[in-house]
């Protein structure tokens, strides 16, 4: 007897890829992700063209980033370009949501709301319509290529080229006004990048949901190993109950054994499971990386379970702590509340209420403040004291705005600004143009015979006359005997 060795470079690195034809189903889970799929898309391409009205001179599209003047708008929220750490707020609040979901029920998010899952939905739903269920689809992949598989597959890519392109287009909406982009790519008068970007998006959106689709779960998204590190005993899973299904076997000798007193599971082996599955997994072989919690083998087993008469769920979420006590005889332990998701639930309420206060609070106009250092200061020929200030204002609104300069702190202390007309209580005002900044050169004078320490805290305040906005500044007021 002879043996033969195995090279190791003869071992391939990587497994062959195998083409998964999902068949279609129908229970609670399909559905579920029928009305998600529809509500994203539906939010997805029609999004550009709601309106909202925001007053004169600004745009009025409710989710808009207007990258040309520097703005985001979504609905009555704008953001400017000095506040992207709101977007930051949003990353953290979407990764606590995410760590959140995966601690009650896995990879709820990939199954149902992933954009890779809502898009490979709804090509499959393309294919199936033009090339049938699965075993039509493998029946037709596997016979020569003729008149009908051509029309079939080219109306079936063409479908999902304009799927992918109309992805793409609704993208740049967002960017510009919708309607008007619109008639600029229909007249070929649009920017150049909106056709780069169209181009790029139909290219990925048509690669990834109709070529590569299951690859892109497995191999492409890092979710599945991250949350494979973060999920623990108590989060819900997409689990064959095994407890309840094995040993194996068909319909008819399951009746038999039952009737010999010998044990059968409620499995009959009909692999419904793994002909639903969009990453072709047989989930009865416990937790997999490739599982995306979709929910779709729970109904094709419930559809059998039914059809023979005996209890559903035999696929379900649940645990396989769960399972082991079963087989135990003890009761089924659930825990959604638990210091995981209430740890994730309050930071989820921490950052979000900071945004919300963040926003609710915040100011559409700015000052800063800086003292000129040579000199210091000035000795006027009356005794006065006299220091020179920078001052910058910055105006976040659309129209012109005036500002009243004040200053406070010092006793008697007057406040002028170059080029400044004053008031008729003597403050003077300065104009700051829609969306941007002016700076101004003030002076700040201290009467002859004011006691006054080296360096002495100020106040500058900008109050604007027409809204009522109020911000603040503080410097210090050099005096004699005060160093650079």
């Not at 087993?301 to 059809?307: A, W």
């Amino acid at each position: 007897m002879t043996t033969t060795e195995t090279d190791p470079g003869d071992i391939p690195l990587f497994a062959t890829s195998r083409k998964v034809y999902p068949q279609s189903v129908s229970g609670p889970f399909r559905r579920a992700k029928w009305l998600i799929l529809i509500l994203c898309l539906g939010i997805y391409y029609l999004l550009p063209f709601l309106r909202w009205d925001r007053g004169p001179h600004l745009p009025n599209q409710a989710v808009l980033a207007d990258l040309a003047n520097n703005r985001f708008y979504f609905f009555f929220i704008e953001i400017w370009p000095q506040e992207v750490y709101y977007f930051t707020g949003l990353l953290i609040l979407a990764a606590f949501v995410l760590f959140l979901m995966n601690a009650v029920a896995g990879r709820v998010w990939c199954g149902y709301l992933c954009p890779q899952t809502v898009w490979t939905d709804l090509f499959l739903a393309v294919e199936r319509f033009f090339e049938g269920d699965r075993r039509e689809r493998m029946r037709r992949d596997a016979e020569p290529w003729g008149f009908d598989a051509i029309w079939r597959k080219g109306a079936k890519h063409l479908v999902w080229l304009l799927i992918a392109w109309w992805t793409g287009g609704a993208w740049v909406l967002y960017f510009a006004d919708a309607p008007t982009l619109v008639r600029e790519l229909a007249t070929f008068t649009a920017p150049l990048s909106a056709y780069v970007w169209i181009g790029i998006l139909t290219f990925t959106t048509y690669t990834l949901a109709g070529i590569m689709r299951e690859q892109v779960c497995k191999y492409m998204c890092p979710w599945p190993r991250i949350q494979a590190a973060l999920t623990d005993d108590d989060a819900l899973n997409v689990t064959y109950r095994y407890d309840r299904g094995d040993p194996r076997v068909s319909v008819k000798q399951a009746a038999r054994l039952r009737a010999e007193g010998a044990p059968a599971g409620d499995c009959v082996d009909c692999f419904q499971c793994v002909a639903v599955c969009p990453t072709g997994i047989d989930i009865r072989d416990g937790a997999q990386i490739d599982c995306i919690q979709c929910g779709l083998c729970i109904d094709a087993c419930d559809s059998v379970m039914t059809k023979i008469g005996r209890p559903t769920r035999l696929i379900a979420y649940d645990t396989d702590g769960n399972v082991k006590r079963r087989l135990a005889g003890l009761a089924s332990i659930y825990r959604p509340v638990r210091l995981r998701t209430l740890a994730y639930t309050a930071l989820i309420v921490v950052v979000g209420g900071a945004m919300l206060w963040q926003l609710a609070t915040r100011s559409t106009a700015g000052i800063s403040v800086l003292h000129e250092r040579t000199p210091l200061f000035v000795t006027l020929s009356d005794g006065s004291i006299r220091n020179a200030y920078t001052v910058r204002l910055l105006n976040k609104r659309p129209e012109t705005r005036p500002f009243a300069l004040t200053v406070a702190g010092l006793p008697g202390v007057r406040i002028e600004a170059v080029g400044a007309a004053p008031s008729a209580d003597l403050r003077p005002i300065v104009m700051v143009e829609p969306d941007s900044s002016r700076e101004v050169r003030v002076l700040v004078t201290v009467p002859a015979g004011v006691p006054l320490a080296p360096s002495q805290p100020i106040t500058i305040t900008a109050s604007d006359l027409f809204a009522g906005e109020t911000v603040r500044a503080s410097d210090h007021f050099m005096a004699p005997g005060a160093h650079p």
